[in-house]
């Protein structure tokens, strides 16, 4: 079974600066995708960014970008030039290479602050 | 963009009576979700459906849940007799089911089920 944990139940960031949230994840699988969801007041589950484990680059996307260890089974998001509009709870979540479904993290809700 | 859509928004409905969550996944994705959160916790995934059959279900998923997809565009989720325990955010999602074991699941805005 696979378990993901996020060790920060909360972050605040200063609009304009950088912010890293962390994700630690366990599988037994050597083939598994990561993922980082965003799920603002309204509640909808937005995809943010993705990473296949077999990949050693980092993915990114805009401002964006994942650090991978993969031998640490670390996954953190780093956001860039922060934004009022990022402000929302983030969820880690992993899929084991087998079998379709999410495994979730407990989510980082973060705060943009003016 | 396509995107996957979810009604209602928000059900209510009393104990013990069955209820019916819509989802209309993208339209070409083969593969089909439930997940639930409720508030305050993890999203528990539920059901992934797939050729018209169930690919995988957890634990939460017992006999009185049940999928179902009566036409090319629906999805649904049954729930046969409600309980204040299923009170929860229930969001559908699709993915594409390509070739790769595992591909990128997009969701819907979910439904707020209420049970009284």
């Known amino acids: 079974a696979q378990t993901v944990t996020q060790s920060q139940p909360e972050m605040s960031v200063q609009e304009a600066e950088t912010v890293t949230l962390s994700c630690t994840y366990d599988?037994?699988?050597?083939?598994?995708?990561l993922f980082w969801y965003k799920q603002p007041p309204s509640r909808q589950m937005i995809l943010v960014i993705r990473q296949e484990a077999y990949k050693q680059q980092n993915a990114t996307e805009n401002r964006f970008s994942v650090n991978f260890q993969k031998a640490a089974k670390s996954f953190s998001l780093k956001i860039s030039d922060s934004q009022l509009g990022d402000a929302a709870m983030y969820f880690c979540a992993t899929d084991s290479g087998s079998a379709r479904q999410l495994t979730f993290g407990s989510g980082t809700q973060l705060t943009v602050l003016p | 963009e396509p995107e996957v859509t979810q009604t209602p928004s928000h059900q209510v409905t009393q104990m013990g009576q069955e209820v019916i969550l819509r989802c209309v996944p993208i339209?070409?994705?083969?593969?089909f979700y439930w997940y639930r959160q409720i508030l305050g916790q993890k999203v528990e995934f539920l059901v992934s459906?797939?050729?018209?059959?169930?690919?995988?279900k957890s634990e939460i998923f017992d006999d009185q849940f049940s999928v179902e997809r009566p036409d090319g565009s629906n999805f649904t989720l049954k729930i046969r007799s409600t309980k204040l325990e299923d009170s929860a955010m229930y969001f559908c999602a699709s993915s594409e089911g390509g070739l790769t074991t595992t591909d990128t699941q997009y969701f819907g805005p979910g439904t707020r089920l209420t049970v009284l």
């Open positions: 339209s070409n994705h083969l593969y």
């Open positions: 599988t037994s699988e050597s083939d598994y995708y």
């Open positions: 459906f797939y050729n018209n059959e169930i690919s995988e």
